[in-house]
């Protein structure tokens, strides 16, 4: 039974525009386990400490990256998220500029990740451990707009067959 929580908690859901009783809704939740660990991802990626890699500063690479995609519904839950979020008033760390580039990279161009874009990672202050949690994020980033443009996509094509 899917827990009542998931239409407030669920980003894909929200980013997407899936609510309980739309035919789509109920097909993600065909495999209702997949949908529960992409959210615990997002959570983990975001929310669980990793030394020299804040919140906020994960957050504003979230934005960066869906904004850089075109995904205006991440890009709203991610500002919020980031306005809600305890150290927002904080200043983003020094090494900001160089997880943005690296990000950016990874986004529109993967082969980029190389190890310079690394070693720029490493002269901006990060450690292993930060640089492993943003490329992951940024990895994980890539499924969550695949599957929320994917489900847009089902979507237009259901209102367009209904017409």
């Known amino acids: 039974m899917p827990d009542e929580r998931d239409q407030d908690t669920d980003v894909i859901d929200r980013a ?26 997002h959570d983990a990626l975001l929310q669980q400490p990793v030394d020299g890699l804040s919140t906020e500063d994960r957050v504003r690479v ?11 519904t991440l890009v709203r839950h991610y500002e919020a998220l980031l306005a809600a979020a305890p150290g927002r008033d904080a200043p983003p760390s020094p090494a900001l500029p160089a997880m943005l580039e690296f990000a950016a990279a990874l986004t529109t161009d993967p082969r980029q990740g190389d190890r310079a874009a690394i ?45």
Request: net charge positive.
């Open 16 to 41: 997407a525009g899936l609510a309980p009783g739309d035919p789509l809704h109920a097909a993600r939740r065909f495999r209702a386990k997949v949908a529960q660990a992409t959210q615990a991802s």
């Open 62 to 72: 979230a934005a960066h990256v869906c904004t850089i995609a075109g995904a205006p």
């Open 119 to 163: 070693a720029a990672l490493r002269r901006a202050g990060l450690g292993d451990a930060a640089i492993v949690a943003l490329a992951q994020l940024v990895a994980f980033l890539s499924y969550q707009l695949r599957v929320v443009a994917g489900l847009q996509a089902m979507r237009a094509g259901a209102t367009e067959i209904a017409r």
